[in-house]
């Protein structure tokens, strides 16, 4: 039993257990399809332009409902904003399978992956802020990292068995089912949220009109974000790391069966996203031992930057499938390690009042580059090849290096 859990009390123990389950439940949900979901869109018809635009749409759907969705949760409770997220989410879950079904043209990609993107939103930052504030509350005193790096472990455990369940059932079944499945579980989420999650260390204020709380909330995400200079310029490089990572990951799945040479081996495209929730795992578990090799947590953000690009770009170049796989799995490890530490990093400079909406306007700018980057990327990959876009990604993850740099000179006590 590690320090943290040790000296933990009942009640934080409780509030970690349910974000555990909460995270279990998403990511299993969520990975059943992570594996085959560009297969899925490819077979419905799309090119890879038009299935990484279709990503963009959803993306696009993120940027214009985090903030809306940020300040349902500060003005009606994270709880609330996670139970809408569970049923819009479980909604164009089925919608992508019907549409997969009817060979539906391209406009209803778009829109059901813009609506999609909205229940993704319900999310973002509410669960988050949620824990962080009930933590508080409950007297929880030891570092935040701990418990976020437990959810890496959890999530990367959950998305381990859905990705190899989702690619195994794709392979004897059809690409739609893992799809009907992920909307059922999302259902089941629904009501073990509706009966366990309760805002703790939370009191949401609903005395002002929607409009007029939004555009306090706005203001007051970009004081306590953009205005911020401790977080400001990690919030300017998320556009450059994320979209990218999101590129990627989908990207992997069409180029390691071209690698492998089966382009019907879906199983493969699971295992491969198997490879990564590993990976998670590992890197949930390393988190802690990582940051404390640094004095400042943006010198580790930095430093797992610079080794990401070298992997990319080490991955666009390789035409060998074992070691694309190993690339891969050293990708996700990266990814994984450095997320908690980015966490707990932006949770320590953002007030609890205008947390979830903080953080969401974080998300919605790591989402904005992908609304571009994504089919950018995908029409390389058409004109050209999937390593060739890797290559390019990985470039363009170079312009978030010198931002990040000069967030280091704010980075006075990362240990708040």
Same mark, same amino acid.
């Not at 949760?73 to 996670?82: E, F, I, P, Q």
């Not at 290559?391 to 240990?415: C, E, F, I, N, W």
């Given at each position: +039993? ?32 992570? &594996? ?10 799309? #090119?890879?332009?038009?299935?990484? %635009? ?29 139970? %809408? ?11 992508? =399978? ?14 059901? #992956? ?8 319900? =999310? ?6 949620? %824990?962080?504030?009930? +933590? ?24 381990? &068995?859905?990705?190899?369940? !989702? ?21 089941? *989420? ?63 799945? $069409? ?14 495209? &699971? /295992? ?5 929730? !590993? ?5 949930? /578990? ?6 404390? /090799? =640094? ?21 666009? *170049?390789?035409?060998?499938?074992? @070691?694309?796989?190993? @690339?891969?799995? +050293?990708? !996700? @490890?990266?990814?994984?390690?450095? +997320? $908690? ?9 953002? $007030? ?8 969401? =306007? ?24 999937? &390593?060739? #876009? ?11 290096? $010198? %931002? ?9 006590? #990362?240990?708040?």
């Amino acid at each position: +039993m590690s320090y943290n859990e040790h000296n933990m009390n009942p009640q934080a123990k409780k509030i970690q257990r349910i974000y555990l389950g909460l995270m279990l439940g998403n990511t299993l949900a969520a990975s059943l399809i992570w &594996g085959i979901n560009t297969l899925f869109l490819l077979d419905a018809g799309l #090119s890879n332009f038009e299935a990484f %635009l279709a990503n963009a749409f959803f993306t696009l759907g993120m940027v214009l409902f985090e903030v809306p969705t940020g300040v349902i949760a500060d003005m009606w409770g994270r709880r609330v904003s996670y139970l %809408l997220g569970t049923i819009t989410l479980a909604a164009t879950t089925a919608a992508y =399978f019907v549409m997969w079904q009817m060979d539906a043209p391209f406009v209803a990609w778009a829109a059901v #992956s813009t609506l999609l993107g909205l229940g993704f939103t319900f =999310f973002s930052g509410a669960v988050e802020a949620w %824990l962080v504030d009930a +933590m508080h509350a409950v007297k929880y005193d030891g570092d935040m990292e701990a418990v976020f790096g437990k959810g890496q472990i959890v999530g990367g455990a959950a998305m381990l &068995g859905g990705s190899v369940a !989702g690619g195994a059932i794709a392979q004897v079944t059809t690409l739609g089912v893992p799809y009907l499945l992920r909307a059922g579980i999302l259902i089941l *989420l629904f009501v073990a949220a509706f009966a366990t999650m309760r805002d703790v260390g939370f009191t949401p204020d609903r005395s002002q009109r929607p409009g007029k709380a939004m555009k306090v909330l706005l203001r007051s995400s970009v004081r306590h974000g953009l205005g911020n200079p401790a977080v400001r310029w990690v919030m300017l490089a998320a556009p450059f790391t994320a979209s990218v990572g999101f590129y990627v990951f989908y990207a992997l799945q $069409p180029y390691l069966l071209e690698l492998y040479g089966d382009e019907k081996a879906y199983g493969i495209a &699971g /295992l491969a996203a198997a490879i990564v929730a !590993g990976a998670q795992i590992a890197g949930g /578990l390393l988190a802690g031992r990582i940051r404390r /090799l =640094f004095k400042r947590r943006t010198s580790a953000l930095l430093a797992g930057t610079v080794t990401t690009i070298v992997v990319v770009g080490c991955l666009g *170049l390789n035409m060998n499938f074992g @070691l694309a796989i190993l @690339l891969m799995a +050293m990708w !996700g @490890l990266l990814f994984a390690a450095s +997320m $908690p530490i980015r966490q707990a990093y932006l949770n320590a400079h953002i $007030p609890s009042q205008q947390r979830a909406t903080v953080l969401s =306007f974080d998300s919605l700018m790591g989402n904005t580059g992908g609304i571009v980057v994504q089919p950018a990327l995908g029409r390389v990959a058409d004109v050209s090849s999937y &390593g060739q #876009s890797f290559v390019v990604g990985a470039l363009v993850q170079v312009v978030s290096l $010198p %931002l990040l740099m000069r967030s280091r000179s704010y980075d006075k006590d #990362s240990k708040d």
